[in-house]
């Protein structure tokens, strides 16, 4: 019926009213062929070509094979209008969304005998409440990160994901006031057209949420890309208002540049960098403060940027801000915990040294007269003359023993006494140097390979020669000692973060996790002779000359003790 | 012969350095604590003092400081089981810091420096 008035003079008439819809509209026969079809239709689908004579399965590409859900032929079987929405993927990743409405045509004895199939663009009101949906999860993800870095990946990947804000690409700056400058921090999208065209598709087929995508993104993030190198080389000083960045920061508003390379008030060099003709700053302003900025651009697409697009992109920076503020917050909050903890850790290590040095100090001189004593008469006996031979023997064991302990107490005392380090400008070369060549014998006998590796550039540093050789001393030996049938003894010397930095590494038996937990422990020894302050004594003078020590070890491959002072 | 004062409140070490330091030929006399050896200082002034730092009644910082404002020239060795007054030892005026060992060669040779 609708097939012959379409064909009368009506025709025309009709076709103008369905026209000032915006509608697509074709009929079907009952073998699902397309009969008629308006233009709309045919630029609804982005499809160039007659659609007449081809079947509906290829020209709408819907889920035809589930013949069960077929809005088609439930409308033809059941006599009822049905109602469906389809999602369209055409070229470069961009979806479309339309809803359709299959009708019934009967005949004059009420058959049916065609479909009517009317078809809608809704893509911009459909993308706008995705986009909401978008935000309002976005915004509780973000709530939740407190990682910086993993908040800020977070936010650029929202800004670029096709599901998402949909941009190109995206750079993320921050404000440093300290510095006074606004810096390139990283950046996501990719280098090239075919880069983009192989992530559009990846990621149109692979996720279908925005977590799998956000999550994909995030284990994908390279710091490598062209984009991401070229984006952290970017800085300017917040004096310089011209830049635009920067005016961005100063004005907290919107820049929302459409001809770059035709603006003479833009920066060449900026231009060169983010190399789009479109793109748009945006501020991060979180307690009315400018916290950064997010530029965007649709390099590769050239799609224009829309009105709507910005204005979503307005509520996203601004709870992007809060999550950033937040993050931060929480950053700093961890770092002052974390000085908390390495201050308590240091004032119970210095309590505990402090009372483990008094009472060394009483017990060391309560044993050492008695001691001093008994030694003394024994080397007395030896004196006599003509005593027999087991007499002989037995004190000479009671002069070694004697001796053995006394020994033992002078390490004890020497850590205990409280020493202010005597500072001087020195070369640690030399003192390296210097402690080698005075254990050299010792070398030698224990079949120890030296392997010098000095770094002849190193500049001299304030430290008290005497301690640090003795800390030198200490390790070396006990590196040696660790290496009873011989092996190679590596000292370095090198500069890494403002300080110098000497190895002392051995091939030796290596550590347990255990055994190196405790090692600058005092007292806390492995050795049968060993009294335990030799490393706690290194480690307290290390620290005195605010330095570090750090300890890699590996069962039956060795052990490298790692000595950090400033420059 | 040479006379040494031996300060120390340890009666078993007493014992010893009279014995050993009798063998070196010295006359050994021994004083038990500070306020005996000022005054064994004042009737028989010895060549030379060896003294303990920690004792009882009078210590031996303040035993040397009242030897000295009386009898200047004394040579003193400190002889003690502490090492960590090594460092002042030069301020209290004693002209020797030994370090408590049984082995007595250290305090001997530093004995016949200074006296011979």
Not at chain 2, 5 to 19: F, I, S, T
């Given at each position: 019926?609708?097939?012959?008035?379409?064909?009368?003079?009506?025709?025309?008439?009709?076709?103008?009213?369905?026209?000032?819809?915006?509608?697509?509209?074709?009929?079907?026969?009952?073998?699902?062929?397309?009969i008629?079809?308006?233009?709309?239709l045919?630029?609804?689908?982005n499809?160039?070509?007659?659609?007449?004579?081809?079947?509906?399965?290829?020209v709408?590409?819907?889920?035809?094979?589930?013949?069960?859900?077929?809005?088609?032929?439930?409308?033809?079987?059941?006599?009822?209008?049905?109602?469906?929405?389809?999602?369209?993927?055409?070229?470069?990743?961009?979806?479309?969304?339309?809803?359709?409405?299959?009708?019934?045509?009967?005949?004059?004895?009420?058959?049916?005998?065609?479909?009517?199939?009317?078809?809608?663009?809704?893509?911009?009101?459909?993308?706008?409440?995705?986009?909401?949906?978008?935000?309002?999860?976005?915004?509780?993800?973000?709530?939740?990160?407190?990682?910086?870095?993993?908040?800020?990946?977070?936010?650029?990947?929202?800004?670029?994901?096709g599901?998402?804000?949909?941009?190109?690409?995206?750079?993320?700056?921050?404000?440093?006031?300290?510095?006074?400058?606004?810096?390139?921090?990283?950046?996501?999208?990719?280098?090239?057209?075919?880069?983009?065209?192989?992530?559009?598709?990846?990621?149109?087929?692979?996720?279908?949420?925005?977590?799998?995508?956000?999550?994909?993104?995030?284990?994908?993030?390279?710091?490598?890309?062209p984009?991401?190198?070229?984006?952290?080389?970017?800085?300017?000083s917040?004096?310089?208002?011209?830049?635009?960045?920067?005016?961005?920061?100063?004005?907290?508003?919107?820049?929302?540049?459409?001809?770059?390379?035709?603006?003479?008030?833009?920066?060449?060099?900026?231009?060169?960098?983010?190399?789009?003709?479109?793109f748009?700053?945006?501020?991060?302003?979180?307690?009315?403060?400018?916290?950064g900025?997010?530029?965007?651009?649709?390099?590769?697409?050239?799609?224009?940027?829309?009105?709507?697009?910005?204005?979503?992109?307005?509520?996203?920076?601004?709870?992007?801000?809060?999550?950033?503020?937040?993050?931060?917050?929480?950053?700093?909050?961890?770092?002052?915990?974390?000085?908390?903890?390495?201050?308590?850790?240091?004032?119970?290590?210095?309590?505990?040294?402090?009372?483990?040095?008094?009472?060394?100090?009483?017990?060391?001189?309560?044993?050492?007269?008695?001691l001093?004593?008994?030694?003394?008469?024994?080397?007395?006996?030896?004196?006599?003359?003509?005593?027999?031979?087991?007499?002989r023997?037995?004190?000479?064991?009671?002069?070694?023993?004697?001796?053995?302990?006394?020994?033992?107490?002078?390490n004890?005392?020497?850590f205990?006494?409280?020493?202010?380090?005597?500072?001087?400008?020195?070369q640690?070369?030399e003192?390296?140097?210097n402690?080698?060549?005075?254990?050299?014998?010792y070398?030698?006998?224990?079949?120890?390979?030296?392997?010098?590796?000095?770094?002849?550039?190193?500049?001299?540093?304030?430290?008290d020669?005497?301690?640090?050789?003795?800390?030198?001393?200490?390790?070396?030996?006990?590196?040696?000692?660790?290496?009873?049938d011989?092996?190679?003894?590596?000292?370095e010397?090198?500069?890494?973060?403002?300080?110098?930095k000497?190895?002392?590494?051995?091939?030796?038996?290596?550590?347990?996790?255990?055994?190196?937990?405790n090692?600058?422990?005092?007292?806390?020894t492995?050795?049968?002779?060993?009294?335990?302050?030799?490393?706690?004594?290194?480690?307290?003078?290390?620290?005195?000359?605010?330095?570090?020590?750090?300890?890699?070890?590996?069962?039956?491959?060795?052990?490298?003790?790692?000595?950090?002072?400033?420059? | 012969?040479?006379?040494?004062?031996?300060?120390?409140?340890?009666?078993?070490?007493?014992?010893?350095?009279?014995?050993?330091?009798?063998?070196?030929?010295?006359?050994?006399?021994?004083?038990?604590?500070?306020?005996?050896a000022?005054?064994?200082?004042?009737?028989?002034m010895?060549?030379?003092i060896?003294?303990?730092?920690?004792?009882?009644?009078?210590?031996?910082?303040?035993?040397?400081?009242?030897?000295?404002?009386?009898?200047?020239?004394?040579?003193?060795?400190?002889?003690?089981?502490?090492?960590?007054?090594?460092d002042?030892?030069?301020?209290?005026?004693a002209?020797?810091y030994?370090?408590?060992?049984?082995?007595?060669?250290?305090?001997k040779?530093?004995?016949?420096?200074?006296?011979?």
């Amino acid at each position: 019926m609708l097939s012959s008035i379409l064909k009368d003079k009506s025709y025309n008439i009709l076709n103008n009213i369905v026209d000032a819809f915006d509608a697509g509209l074709s009929i079907l026969d009952k073998d699902l062929n397309i009969i008629w079809s308006n233009k709309i239709l045919s630029g609804i689908l982005n499809l160039e070509y007659d659609l007449t004579g081809k079947t509906c399965c290829e020209v709408y590409k819907c889920e035809c094979q589930d013949t069960k859900n077929c809005s088609v032929l439930k409308a033809l079987s059941g006599g009822k209008k049905q109602f469906t929405e389809t999602r369209l993927i055409i070229d470069r990743g961009e979806r479309k969304y339309i809803r359709h409405i299959s009708a019934p045509v009967r005949d004059e004895k009420g058959n049916i005998t065609q479909l009517l199939k009317l078809s809608l663009d809704i893509t911009e009101r459909e993308e706008k409440v995705r986009q909401l949906s978008l935000l309002g999860k976005l915004a509780e993800l973000m709530q939740g990160t407190l990682q910086i870095d993993h908040l800020l990946h977070l936010i650029l990947t929202c800004v670029t994901a096709g599901t998402g804000l949909g941009f190109n690409r995206a750079r993320l700056f921050l404000v440093d006031r300290e510095r006074n400058i606004i810096y390139g921090k990283m950046a996501v999208g990719p280098s090239s057209t075919e880069e983009a065209h192989k992530i559009w598709d990846e990621i149109v087929n692979k996720y279908e949420k925005l977590e799998d995508l956000i999550k994909a993104a995030e284990d994908n993030y390279r710091e490598d890309t062209p984009l991401h190198m070229i984006t952290r080389l970017m800085a300017y000083s917040l004096r310089d208002e011209n830049e635009v960045v920067v005016s961005c920061v100063k004005n907290k508003k919107i820049i929302w540049e459409r001809n770059a390379f035709h603006n003479p008030n833009i920066d060449k060099k900026f231009i060169d960098m983010i190399g789009a003709n479109e793109f748009v700053c945006i501020p991060l302003i979180a307690k009315d403060e400018t916290i950064g900025v997010i530029c965007m651009d649709n390099l590769y697409s050239k799609k224009p940027i829309t009105e709507e697009r910005i204005q979503s992109l307005t509520i996203f920076a601004s709870r992007a801000a809060l999550a950033i503020e937040n993050a931060a917050a929480y950053k700093k909050l961890e770092e002052k915990i974390q000085q908390l903890k390495e201050t308590q850790e240091r004032l119970i290590r210095s309590e505990r040294l402090s009372v483990i040095g008094n009472m060394a100090t009483y017990v060391a001189h309560e044993i050492r007269n008695p001691l001093a004593t008994v030694g003394g008469f024994a080397r007395a006996i030896l004196r006599v003359p003509n005593i027999d031979k087991q007499t002989r023997q037995n004190a000479e064991i009671i002069v070694e023993e004697v001796s053995r302990l006394e020994r033992i107490l002078a390490n004890i005392m020497d850590f205990s006494k409280p020493v202010e380090p005597v500072k001087m400008a020195s070369q640690i070369n030399e003192i390296l140097e210097n402690t080698c060549s005075l254990m050299d014998p010792y070398f030698r006998n224990s079949r120890i390979r030296l392997n010098k590796k000095l770094d002849t550039s190193l500049p001299k540093i304030v430290v008290d020669p005497t301690q640090i050789k003795q800390v030198c001393l200490n390790l070396i030996k006990n590196a040696v000692e660790s290496m009873p049938d011989g092996g190679t003894l590596t000292i370095e010397t090198m500069m890494e973060n403002g300080h110098i930095k000497i190895n002392i590494a051995d091939t030796g038996e290596g550590m347990t996790t255990e055994i190196m937990q405790n090692i600058f422990v005092p007292f806390f020894t492995t050795k049968v002779d060993g009294t335990g302050v030799g490393l706690a004594v290194s480690h307290k003078i290390v620290e005195d000359h605010q330095g570090y020590i750090k300890v890699r070890s590996l069962l039956q491959e060795g052990t490298t003790f790692s000595i950090f002072l400033p420059i | 012969m040479k006379t040494i004062l031996v300060v120390e409140d340890d009666k078993n070490q007493l014992l010893l350095y009279e014995q050993e330091l009798s063998i070196e030929g010295y006359n050994v006399i021994m004083a038990k604590d500070g306020q005996e050896a000022v005054r064994k200082v004042k009737e028989q002034m010895p060549d030379l003092i060896v003294m303990d730092i920690n004792m009882p009644k009078m210590n031996g910082i303040e035993s040397i400081n009242s030897i000295l404002s009386d009898h200047r020239k004394i040579p003193i060795i400190i002889n003690t089981a502490y090492s960590s007054y090594k460092d002042n030892f030069m301020s209290w005026s004693a002209n020797a810091y030994i370090i408590k060992s049984s082995d007595l060669r250290e305090l001997k040779s530093k004995i016949k420096e200074l006296i011979g």
